[in-house]
Structures are given as C-alpha cells and as structure tokens.
C-alpha cells in the first residue's frame, strides 16, 4: 500500500508526461523555456489570479513574497507554529521575527480571532497556512489587515485546487503562494512552486526577484535569488493539469468518505471542513490520544502513516527563542495527530480496509 500512490499516476499519465518532457528535450530550452510562460497563463486561468510567477519550489515562493513586500531585519510576520518550518524559516533568513497565533482545534489553521491581539506597529505582514488542503478563514484575516494596512500572504502549499466561498486557494489574499512538490495535490517531479497576486508591482517585484534582482540583463536594481522553475518541472505540471479537475473531485470525495466511515470510531477525530468551502485533503489527518498505539497497529496492518507535524516550530531546536505567545492547541495536536494515505486513486475497497484497521486500534 502506498500513501501517496504517484507511481499510479504516472502510469495514467505517462504518454502526456513523457511527451511534455521530450518537447522541452527536443528544444533544449531548460530554463525559461516556452513552457514557463504557457504553465503560468494556464494557472491564472484556473486560479482568477491576475498574475502567475512559477519558482524554483513552495520556499522560494514565501521568501520571494516577503522580499517583494520589503520586509526585512525589525518586522514582524504573524503566522501559525503549527505548519511545516519553511513558513517560519523564510521569517527569520530575511532578519524578522515570527509572531506565532494558535490555531483552531477542529481546523487545525490559524485562528483568527487571536491575530489581532499580536499585532504591534512592527508587524508588516500575515501569513496563514492553508492546512492539510482547507483554507483558513481568510475574509477574517484580509479584514484584520486591511485595518492596519499589512499585508497577507497565503501559504497554499497543500490547498493548490481548493475553494473559498467560491474562489479558488492563491487567489484570496494580497499573495498567494503554493508548492508543487511531488506530494501535494498537483505536483511535479522535483521542487517547484508559484506566487499568485493581482498587484502589478508585486508581480513585476517577484519576476526580477526570481533572476537575481534583474530588470534587464545584466541590470540588477533589487536584490534578488536564484528563484527559477525549471522548464521540464513545468512541462510535468501541464501534463498533470489535464487530469488536475477529476483529482480534485476524487480528493473531495474520498476525504468526505474517510470523514463518514470515521464518524463514529471511538477516540478518533477527524479534521473539520467549514460549509463555506473545502479541502483537496494533501494529508487525510486524524487525531488520536495514543497516537504510538495506532501508528503500530496500522504498520502491523502494513498501512503506512505519517505525522504532519510532531512538533510545532516554537519548539524546534532552531527556532526556540521565538516562542512568543502560549499555542496550546498547536502543542496538543502536534501529540495526537496522524495522517492516513491519501491520493486520488486510492480505492474504496482499501480505504474501508484502512479505516476498519483505525477503528479497531482505538477501541
């Protein structure tokens, strides 16, 4: 059994994939080859963002955005503990300092409600993680900003295909940023990402921020980096994108049945998707007491597992002295929760074997 089965994608999508990568083989053009500009027209098209600027990986994408907004040593950046480093870390390689908010219980995404209380007149910007694939309650946090004239960026590195009262995850917010890992919800064959925003100069920003600060060859008037998505990890991803629409389905579909076959599994919850919106469910997590019991259950049952995330960013080795504010519900889930295999092709048949295994390990 495998927890993301991208090999079974593959093999649907292998005469579209292997065509995509002979092209740019054929033209040799490996970086900023045609193929960037058609993925980055191809997904303002499927997000409604004014502007699409593909990168070198999700990171990339958060950095860059901070970059573009100027922030830098002395600010201040309010984000979730609760997430993957790379949200933090960018924080903190430009010179500024993360201010961590709790998040929702039920959610797991940044609660909005404590946002406003850690806000300072150091504070240049909010950063809200669009968690497991739901986004967070972003006309809460945009109106918070909009108050206090700072921006938002959303980390949609696991929500890439969601929606949001209608609109689609990167396009809610100041900027939007996503990752195409080969694990998320639209992935490609190595590192990649995208910024999305409808500001014109924060677009032209992020495109000479990308190529080392350059607005003409050779002509740096920013400093910049290294920031480029390679031309064949673009050629994956539009080869992806034809299938993109029925994954997503598939997704929803299979989220919302683990959700009903879970229902009623003694000590197990599920993550709570809002009625306004939904979740491409990047991991299917649940959330258990005895978390070591369950995980050695399902591996006896040669289920694999995985933790997203053990432990929040306040407590890691690194990013210790930012513990800034108590996140009990980030502590607490950071012990209980634990992700079952989720991908579009999962089966029902192995889905019900998964979930029986689940239920039995908790009784």
């Given at each position: 059994?495998?927890?993301?089965?991208?090999?079974?994608?593959?093999?649907?999508?292998?005469?579209?994939?292997?065509?995509?990568?002979?092209?740019?083989?054929?033209?040799?053009?490996?970086?900023?080859?045609?193929?960037?500009?058609?993925?980055?027209?191809?997904?303002?098209?499927?997000?409604?963002?004014?502007?699409?600027?593909?990168?070198?990986?999700?990171?990339?994408?958060?950095?860059?955005?901070?970059?573009?907004?100027?922030?830098?040593?002395?600010?201040?950046?309010?984000?979730?503990?609760?997430?993957?480093?790379?949200?933090?870390?960018?924080?903190?390689?430009l010179g500024a300092t993360p201010v961590f908010v709790d998040v929702e219980p039920d959610t797991c995404n940044i609660n909005a409600a404590?946002?406003?209380?850690?806000?300072?007149?150091?504070?240049?910007?909010?950063?809200?993680?669009?968690?497991?694939?739901?986004?967070?309650?972003?006309?809460?946090?945009?109106?918070?900003?909009?108050?206090?004239?700072?921006?938002?960026?959303?980390?949609?590195?696991?929500?890439?295909?969601?929606?949001?009262?209608?609109?689609?995850?990167?396009?809610?917010?100041?900027?939007?940023?996503?990752?195409?890992?080969?694990?998320?919800?639209?992935?490609?064959?190595?590192?990649?990402?995208?910024?999305?925003t409808n500001d014109d100069e924060l677009a032209q920003a992020c495109r000479e921020i990308r190529v080392h600060g350059q607005s003409a060859r050779y002509y740096h008037s920013r400093v910049g980096v290294g920031g480029r998505?390679?031309?064949?990890?673009?050629?994956?991803?539009?080869?992806?994108?034809?299938?993109?629409?029925?994954?997503?389905?598939?997704?929803?579909?299979?989220?919302?049945?683990?959700?009903?076959?879970?229902?009623?599994?003694?000590?197990?919850?599920?993550?709570?998707?809002?009625?306004?919106?939904?979740?491409?469910?990047?991991?299917?997590?649940?959330?258990?007491?005895?978390?070591?019991?369950?995980?050695?259950?399902?591996?006896?049952?040669?289920?694999?597992?995985?933790?997203?995330?053990?432990?929040?960013?306040?407590?890691?080795?690194?990013?210790?002295?930012?513990?800034?504010?108590?996140?009990?519900?980030?502590?607490?889930?950071?012990?209980?929760?634990?992700?079952?295999?989720?991908?579009?092709?999962?089966?029902?048949?192995?889905?019900?074997?998964?979930?029986?295994?689940?239920?039995?390990?908790?009784?």
């Amino acid at each position: 059994m495998q927890f993301i089965d991208l090999k079974k994608q593959y093999q649907v999508l292998r005469d579209p994939i292997n065509a995509r990568i002979q092209q740019v083989l054929d033209h040799g053009q490996y970086i900023m080859g045609p193929e960037v500009k058609e993925l980055e027209a191809a997904l303002q098209t499927y997000t409604g963002a004014k502007h699409c600027i593909t990168v070198a990986s999700g990171t990339e994408a958060l950095l860059m955005s901070l970059m573009a907004l100027g922030i830098g040593a002395g600010d201040e950046v309010i984000t979730t503990s609760f997430t993957f480093v790379a949200t933090a870390e960018v924080i903190v390689l430009l010179g500024a300092t993360p201010v961590f908010v709790d998040v929702e219980p039920d959610t797991c995404n940044i609660n909005a409600a404590e946002i406003e209380a850690r806000i300072t007149p150091r504070t240049k910007a909010i950063i809200p993680v669009s968690l497991y694939g739901q986004c967070g309650d972003m006309d809460e946090v945009n109106a918070i900003a909009a108050r206090h004239g700072i921006a938002v960026i959303e980390d949609a590195a696991q929500s890439f295909g969601a929606t949001y009262k209608g609109t689609k995850s990167c396009n809610l917010s100041t900027i939007g940023c996503t990752s195409f890992f080969p694990s998320k919800p639209l992935g490609c064959y190595g590192d990649g990402g995208a910024i999305f925003t409808n500001d014109d100069e924060l677009a032209q920003a992020c495109r000479e921020i990308r190529v080392h600060g350059q607005s003409a060859r050779y002509y740096h008037s920013r400093v910049g980096v290294g920031g480029r998505m390679d031309t064949l990890q673009c050629a994956v991803v539009l080869a992806k994108l034809g299938r993109f629409d029925w994954e997503v389905e598939q997704r929803i579909r299979l989220g919302t049945r683990y959700q009903a076959l879970l229902a009623d599994a003694a000590n197990v919850r599920t993550v709570t998707v809002r009625p306004d919106r939904d979740s491409v469910w990047a991991q299917f997590t649940i959330m258990v007491p005895d978390r070591p019991a369950m995980m050695a259950a399902l591996k006896a049952a040669d289920i694999p597992t995985a933790i997203h995330y053990p432990r929040p960013i306040h407590a890691q080795p690194a990013y210790s002295g930012y513990a800034n504010g108590a996140t009990p519900v980030s502590d607490m889930l950071a012990a209980q929760v634990l992700s079952l295999p989720m991908h579009p092709d999962l089966d029902d048949a192995t889905q019900e074997q998964i979930a029986r295994t689940v239920i039995a390990a908790a009784r």
